[in-house]
Nanobody, 123 residues
Framework: QVQLVESGGGVVQTGGSLRLSCAAS????????MAWFRQAPGKEREFVAV????????LYADSVKGRFTISRDNAKNTVYLQMNSLKAEDTAVYYC????????????????WGQGTQVTVSS
């Protein structure tokens, strides 16, 4: 069992930055690929970024490529999402997810989910 707790959300102006954190419980954190998804009001949840268990492989949605960076610290059981040059369309609830094995951007393949943290980008 893995429990995930996100933090770092808030309100930021267009062009600003935020760093989200996701703290995981359990001794097997390093064996999981970790991902971020988001859900905007009235829209379906969508993939944002994923990182392999080692941190050596990452994948990003086209909409955030070049602006967001996913990273992880296995010693701290934590995955991060650095978000720069934020836009109004980045406003959403951001969810952390864990998947055993190889990385995937496919939501149904995620094994565990956090409760989400709200990010609001105001103009």
């Amino acid at each position: 069992q893995v429990q995930l707790v996100e933090s770092g959300g808030g309100v930021v102006q267009t062009g600003g930055s935020l760093r989200l954190s996701c703290a995981a419980s359990g001794r097997t954190f390093s064996s999981y690929a970790m991902a971020w998804f988001r859900q905007a009001p009235g829209k379906e949840r969508e993939f944002v970024a994923v990182i392999s268990w080692s941190g050596g492989n990452t994948l990003y949605a086209d909409s955030v490529k070049g602006r967001f960076t996913i990273s992880r610290d296995n010693a701290k059981n934590t995955v991060y999402l650095q978000m720069n040059s934020l836009k109004a369309e980045d406003t959403a609830v951001y969810y952390c997810a864990a998947k055993r094995g190889f990385i995937s951007s496919y939501e149904p393949q995620m094994d565990y989910w956090g409760q989400g943290t709200q990010v609001t980008v105001s103009s």
